[in-house]
């Protein structure tokens, strides 16, 4: 439910079609999101709009950012829902663009990325997604760390196993990542009920992916562009974090499996090998004590709840009563 929103920018018949509509989702990270959004209002691209979706408890973001509403660029959004798949589909929706950008509060874009992530689609014309490198900002790696998302090459995913060469669940994160409106549209939109603030947690981009290559949509992963990511949490935190990431990714799973796709059987192994088979017998070979055994019981109460929680068929998104 929308609350308050304000923008800068009017509209009329005589003003040039937007080309990219850059959105990114917030929630009480007020300092971080001044940083991201003055990054992207830098860019050497001139006609995008910026939407910012505001989630928060306070009125600090908001308030930073009526200070920034002299750029016409700007448009903010208020609401009152929680959960990073709602906010997405409001920046969906409320896009005036084809193409849409997306990055997080906490990251940092360079002046060239929303040209870069348009050029990227343009170049990519099957592509519903098209997903760049994460890099970690500077930061103490002793005492924390930062999600990133790193390529070895550039590939276009057009099947569940290319998916699965590419990394599967690892291919590319909601940081960076730049879409089709229309094709977003066709799939249903994104899953609100994944995402953090939702009730899977995580993984929103990853079930956006699946179901656009289900659909016939292909992927486009490059590393050539990039993002700075901010995201610092400590290592307590970072188990925490691979939990609620296992736990959402295995819900994706059973949910698709459960609309009728069996492929998901084989995105389902090529997941477990990765996070919970592979790095225990990596750890059995060093005689150590594999540290999987929390992302076995994440993985399996993900897998049970998927199945469990009601689903819309005809979008493969969940429907929970």
Same mark, same amino acid.
């Not at 660029?73 to 990073?84: F, H, K, N, S």
């Not at 699965?164 to 066709?186: D, P, Q």
């Not at 995105?267 to 060093?286: A, Q």
């Given at each position: ?43 050497? /691209? ?20 009526? /200070? ?165 949490r400590s290592h307590a935190d970072g188990r925490t ?16 499996l459960k609309c009728g796709h069996p492929a998901m ?57």
């Open positions: 439910m929308l609350t308050q929103s304000f923008t800068s920018a009017s509209t009329s018949a005589s003003d040039p079609v937007t080309q990219v509509s850059v959105v990114i989702c917030t929630r009480n990270r007020a300092s971080d999101l001044l940083r991201a959004t003055e990054s992207v209002l830098a860019s050497t /691209h001139t006609n995008f709009e910026l939407l910012v979706i505001d989630q928060s408890d306070s009125d600090a973001s908001e308030q930073i950012m009526q /200070h920034l509403s002299n750029d016409l660029r700007l448009r903010y959004v208020r609401t009152a829902g929680v959960g990073v798949g709602l906010a997405r589909n409001i920046g969906i929706n409320a896009a005036r663009a084809e193409y849409l950008v997306m990055t997080d509060d906490d990251c940092v874009v360079s002046p060239t990325w929303v040209s870069d992530m348009m050029q990227a689609l343009e170049a990519h014309p099957k592509a519903a997604m098209v997903f760049c490198d994460v890099v970690a900002a500077p930061h103490d790696s002793e005492l924390g760390w930062i999600t990133i998302s790193l390529a070895d090459r550039n590939r276009t995913i057009n099947s569940i196993r290319d998916w699965c060469a590419a990394g599967g669940g690892n291919t590319g994160i909601g940081a960076g990542v730049a879409m089709r409106r229309s094709m977003m549209l066709a799939i249903g939109g994104i899953d609100e009920h994944l995402g953090s603030g939702s009730m899977f947690r995580s993984a929103w981009e990853t079930d956006a992916a699946l179901r656009s290559l289900l659909r016939g949509f292909t992927i486009y992963r490059t590393k050539d562009i990039s993002v700075e990511h901010y995201g610092f974090l691979m939990k609620r990431y296992i736990f959402g990714m295995a819900a994706i799973y059973a949910k698709l059987l084989l995105v389902c192994g090529c997941e477990l090998w990765r996070v919970i088979i592979g790095p225990t017998l990596s750890s059995l070979r060093r005689f150590q004590r594999p540290p999987v055994f929390n992302r076995a019981i994440a993985f399996a109460q993900g897998w049970l709840k998927g199945l469990k929680t009601p689903v819309d068929r005809k979008t493969c998104t969940f429907r929970p009563q």
